[in-house]
């Protein structure tokens, strides 16, 4: 099993920052596929970004050039720079067992953590 804790959300004006952060706690030692994931009100969850246990990052096109997926073996990451309003959304923290990442679908991850918001306003 692997417990998935998120912090970091908050409000911020168009253009501005935040950094997200995913403290995953597990039962048994093993490689994890992490992945960062948002859902806004009356929109479907959409996979954002991954990155697997040897460091390879994938993004999503939405985000590509303005969010940063990083890891240092406690927490994983998520940087956020020039947020715009359409960011706005409750974004969460997704693993599953591996050494690489098997795609960025919901299903391809079986651990979730419970949410952190994220509103940027204009």
């Known amino acids: 099993q692997v417990q998935l804790v998120e912090s970091g959300g908050g409000s911020v004006q168009a253009g501005g920052s935040l950094r997200l952060s995913c403290a995953d706690f597990?039962?048994?030692?093993?490689?994890?596929?992490m992945g960062w994931f948002r859902q806004a009100p009356g929109k479907e969850r959409e996979g954002i970004a991954t990155?697997?246990?040897?460091?390879t990052a994938t993004y999503a096109d939405s985000v590509k050039g303005r969010f940063t997926i990083s890891s240092d073996n406690a927490k994983t990451y998520l940087q956020m720079n020039s947020l715009q309003p359409d960011d706005t959304a409750m974004y969460y923290c997704?693993?599953?067992?591996?050494?690489?990442?098997?795609?960025?679908?919901?299903?391809?991850?079986?651990?979730w953590g419970q949410g952190t918001q994220v509103t940027v306003s204009s």
């Open positions: 997704a693993a599953n067992w591996g050494r690489y990442c098997l795609g960025m679908r919901r299903n391809d991850f079986p651990f």
């Open positions: 597990r039962s048994t030692y093993g490689r994890l596929c």
């Open positions: 990155l697997d246990s040897v460091g």
